[in-house]
């Protein structure tokens, strides 16, 4: 069964306006943890936010937030005021249990139009 | 993160040959995790290692493929008589601890069998 699903392949967006990317999780886990990670044309792996599950307040890294709504099981990243340097591939990952073993969604490609 | 060092970045390798991947975790860090990126897919973990110990092999396959992080030196990921089917990025990961902690990617490895 999927755990991670990203709906969106691809996402346009202008520049400087706002732009969510949707994820969902599945996991039966109380305690787990929810990254999203950015990947460049150039292919590093870069971490943008994380969000407990026992977090009570959505995360906020910047112009990067992360809108959790627990019992929907979502944990969709929003960017705001959209630069051209946000064009890249996005990746939402799910932490399961004690161990850092990430489960990856299948990534959603975003890119900024000027 | 530039913290954790692959090497190479690059790597070709004719069918039937060894491939031997090396990620030097971040300083203080004694956690490693191996994850393969397909074209066009996400991560997918491979393998979990602490300084000495698999935790964590689930997502190796049964065979040719092989983990190690000893006490001294880089983890290695090795590949042995190499497939096509084996061409991918290949990232390592590390952290401090084994849950609760962030875990920060290296750039990864791109492997190509020709």
């Known amino acids: 069964a999927q755990k991670i699903t990203q709906t969106q392949p691809g996402m346009f967006v202008q520049e400087k306006e706002a732009v969510t990317l949707d994820c969902t999780y599945d996991t039966s886990d109380q305690s787990y943890g929810l990254f999203w990670y950015k990947q460049p044309s150039s292919g590093e792996m870069i971490f943008l936010i994380y969000?407990?599950?026992?977090?009570?307040q959505n995360a906020t890294e910047g112009r990067y937030s992360l809108n959790f709504q627990k019992a929907r099981k979502s944990a969709n990243l929003v960017i705001s005021a959209s630069q051209l340097g946000d064009s890249a591939m996005y990746f939402c990952?799910?932490?399961?249990?004690?161990?850092?073993?990430?489960?990856f969604g299948a990534g959603t490609i975003l890119r900024v139009k000027s | 993160n530039a913290g954790v060092m692959q090497n190479p970045r690059h790597l070709v390798r004719r069918r039937g040959q060894e491939a031997r991947l090396r990620c030097s975790p971040m300083?203080?860090?004694?956690?490693v995790y191996w994850y393969r990126q397909l074209p066009e897919e996400g991560l997918k973990f491979m393998v979990y290692?602490?300084?000495?110990?698999?935790?964590?092999e689930s997502g190796m396959p049964k065979e040719r493929f092989s983990a190690e992080f000893p006490k001294e030196g880089p983890s290695i990921l090795r590949i042995q008589q190499v497939v096509r089917g084996d061409s991918a990025a290949y990232f390592c990961?590390?952290?401090?601890?084994?849950?609760?902690?962030?875990?920060?990617f290296g750039q990864g490895t791109r492997l190509t069998v020709v």
């Open positions: 969000q407990g599950s026992y977090d009570e």
């Open positions: 300083k203080g860090h004694s956690h």
């Open positions: 990961a590390s952290s401090p601890g084994g849950g609760l902690f962030e875990a920060f």
């Open positions: 290692l602490q300084k000495e110990n698999i935790i964590d």
């Open positions: 990952a799910m932490r399961e249990g004690i161990w850092n073993k990430l489960v």
